[in-house]
Each structure stands twice: as C-alpha cells, then as structure tokens.
C-alpha cells in the first residue's frame, strides 16, 4: 500500500473529525487548506450527517474548478487527519465547464478514485462515472447572480443524487451570494441544517467578500419531511 494512500477496514464506521487546526502556524496554500478544514470540522458534525456504514463514501463536486479541496474532502470524510494519508474509501467526482482547470485538478489528483469531467455540471445524467447515489454534494462559491437558471439545474442535479443522510455543502464569498444560495435551496423544498458566517473564512478579498464566509448545509426534501414524523 502507498505512503499515500489508506484504505482502511471497509466494516469500520467513518467517523469524520471535529478537531480543528492552528491556522496561525500554518502559511500559504496550507493555510487556506486549514481553514476548510476547520469549517467542514465545524460545520458538518451540527449537519447531522452520518457517514454510509459499509461501502464508500461518494462526494461530488460541481462547477469545482481546479479543486483544491479535493484532497481535504477525502481525508475529512474518510475519517482521516489532515495531514494523513488519501482514503480508498471515498470516491470523488468533479464536474467544471473550464477544461484547464479540470486538466489541472486531475493533474493534482491523479488516483483511480478520484475522477473529473470537463464539462457542464447542470445534467450529471449524461456520465456514468457520477454515482447514483451520492453522500456529500459540494458546490464551492457558485456565482449565481448571473445565469441563475443554469445554477438552479446544477443545485438541483445535486440535490436529486443525494441519499437520505447525505448532505450540500455550498460555502460563498459573500452575503449576497450566499443569501441567494439559502433563497435557491429553500425554493427546492431542501431542508437547511447549516446556515452560518464560517469564522475560519480567509482574509477580505474585498470589503464583504473572502473565500467561505459564509456556509450552508442542506439535505434533501425527504430528509425535511422524515424529520417531522
């Protein structure tokens, strides 16, 4: 087995961490790593989600560019550190329009469990690589002020795959943004488990606007209507 990889005992229960990291000892791209750490540390334990019991975790990333965050979800929702090694026990799906970028996150991550489409994510229906049932749904600072039909049908493409337990991760830049999320997911019937200002956004990229300042984390209709029975 690599250095770099862990695969685990498939009957273990994936616990995800809670432990969150010293941002301050950390620099450069580490540091913006930490901090999505410590929001998923933060935020996805007060989700309620609960981690599949005995297959693979599946994650999928729509409009997810060169996908940092890529490795930072394996190893948190594999149940692994930081600065641990990748889990085999998740498989990761990225979908984005922007071929270079795509071309640079497979560059980056380059494993037989993590796969990445170079196109629209707004009809997933079209790749059989995209699991039918997904856990964890991440669309990171989706920038739906414009072209607000396109990002409906991706939030919605999302929201479909879904298990009952499962959970849609969408950090934004800013409050409007992330207003517009919280309007959107509503609008679908979704169940809104998370709505936050994430104190481990990054520094202002402009007045009211850093990367992740504000998170949502919703659940499927059915999750909302089960939870009232």
Known sequence: MSKKESG??????????????????????????????????????????VSPQGRTVNILDLACGACDEAPILNRYFGGGSFDGP???????????????????????????????????????SLYPEVPEVVDVVV?????NSSNPAVWADIFRQGIARLTDGGIMISPS???KDHQRVVDLLQSLGCAIV?????????????????????????????AEEAAKE
């Open 86 to 124: 990748l889990s085999k026990r998740v498989r990761f799906v990225g979908i984005d329009k922007n071929e270079e970028k795509i071309k640079e996150a497979a560059a980056m991550n380059d494993r037989p469990n993590f796969t990445f489409i170079p196109d629209s994510a707004a009809d997933v």
């Open 139 to 143: 669309i990171r600072h989706p920038h």
């Open 8 to 49: 685990g005992t498939p009957g273990d229960p994936i616990v995800p961490s809670t432990i969150k990291l010293d941002i301050e000892t950390a620099a450069g791209a580490r540091k913006e790593r930490v901090r999505f750490w410590n929001m998923l540390a933060t935020f996805v334990p007060a989700s309620g989600y």
């Open 173 to 175: 830049f800013s409050e």
């Open 194 to 222: 998370v709505n936050e200002r994430n104190p481990y956004s990054g520094r202002d990229l402009r007045q009211g606007e850093s990367s992740d300042r504000y998170v949502v984390i919703a659940k499927k209709p059915q």
